[in-house]
């Protein structure tokens, strides 16, 4: 570790430093510009699972999870090319025995005293447990949401179920067998309309371990079908407007899960009805010039005010008494922070033109660069 001598800290000594170093209770590494070790810490070593000999053989890459490693690999590039001093990454080392551990690294250059990189130095906290509990809580609000829709859904497949059981009779009765065949083709389109309504409920519990292209509009259709049953008995029309074929390289499920919670919310501000508008078209994200998606969902409902307005996104926040976990928007802020998404809000309590309008707006590969 070498010291500039006009830096304040050469003052404390390298000893003391290299005391810091070692004793420090997070983990901490030095390594080249090309990401091999060339010092680390005890608690680094305890949280990669490796002794100081191993290290010595890898780099940060080796030693990083399969699907973690392009991520990791594409901002260390930035980094050595100068287009950031430094950044934070949440990923997974992968220890000797095959298990995993999530990690919050940063990251940043070392210089010589001529200014010149010569080295990364990286601090390393372990976050398993902490995105364990999160994960829990995704998967609680996932429950939580497809149980508030169990009735929408079992009314859903029992129209078909008793439409199947109609069309039964209507063939053992048949005059003819082309009688039959038909009232057969009705009964298996209904079969099919059932089944569609099971598998989109499943989708939500689906666990991808990679992105991928998935199309927006075909996304919010399954999301939406699940709803009929609570449109027709709230009385709420629903506008679609879909412009284009849009594509998003995700986690579906997520973002299934997100557009579930946030049209739940927008029926939920209707009991007595009104007008529900969601549009997907393609979009850019204008932080970044990327193109992307923008989803928008607009209700007519009461409204927010502007105190809950600025807790909406806090844990256990909830407008709805018993009926609500408080953890819908909280979980949807975490699933656009690692799509690099981005939502907007805009609510009116003022009777006559009340409403909440949701805008997303996704870069198309967001979730590659987490």
């Known amino acids: 570790m070498q010291i500039q001598e006009t830096s304040p800290v050469s003052e404390i000594g390298e000893d003391r430093i290299r005391e810091a170093f070692e ?4 983990g901490m590494a030095i390594t080249d510009l090309d990401g091999h070790f060339q010092e680390t810490n005890p608690a680094y070593r305890e949280i990669v699972g490796r002794t100081l000999g191993d290290l010595q053989e890898e780099s940060i ?14 901002h260390l590039d930035k980094l050595l090319s100068g287009q950031t001093p430094s950044f934070v990454l949440e990923k997974r080392y992968l220890r000797p025995d095959e298990s995993s551990v999530w990690v919050r690294n940063s990251f940043a250059l070392l210089k010589d005293r001529h200014g010149r990189p010569s080295h990364i130095i990286l601090i390393c906290n372990d976050i398993t447990e902490r995105r364990r509990a999160e994960r829990l809580l995704v998967e609680q609000e996932k429950l939580a949401l497809v149980g508030q829709l169990a009735t ?5 497949i029992n129209n078909p ?5 109609n069309l039964l009779y209507l063939i053992r009765e048949s005059a003819s067998l082309d009688d039959a065949h038909g009232f057969a083709a009705q009964a298996e389109e209904e079969v099919q309309r059932a089944a569609q309504i099971a598998s989109n409920t499943l989708k939500f519990h689906t666990q991808q371990t990679k992105p991928a292209s998935t199309n927006v509009v075909q996304l919010m259709e399954s999301v939406l079908v699940l709803f009929k049953g ?10 679609v407007e879909p412009r284009g ?4 390289i995700c986690f579906a499920g997520e973002i299934r899960q997100v557009l579930a919670n946030l049209i739940r919310n927008a029926l939920d ?9 969601v549009r997907v078209r393609p979009s850019t994200d204008w932080r970044r010039g990327e193109s992307g998606v923008r989803i928008t969902i607009a209700d007519t409902g009461f409204g927010m005010s502007p105190e809950t307005r600025r807790q909406i996104y806090d844990p256990f926040f909830t407008t709805k008494g018993t009926s609500g976990t408080g953890l819908g928007l909280w979980v949807t802020a975490g699933i656009l922070a690692r799509h690099r998404g981005s939502m907007h809000l805009r609510s009116k309590t003022t009777p006559g033109t009340s409403g909440t309008t949701f805008t997303l707006i996704f870069p198309m590969v967001g979730v590659e660069r987490e």
Do not use: F, Q, W
């Open 269 to 277: 501000a209707m009991p007595s009805g009104g007008r529900l508008r």
């Open 23 to 26: 004793y420090a209770a997070s």
């Open 152 to 156: 929408s859904i079992a009314h859903e």
């Open 61 to 74: 890459l080796s030693i990083t999870h399969d699907d973690d490693r392009e991520n990791c690999r594409y």
């Open 245 to 248: 074929e849009p594509e998003l």
């Open 230 to 239: 609570k449109l027709a008995a709230t009385k709420v029309a629903l506008e």
């Open 161 to 165: 179920l008793e439409a199947v059981l």
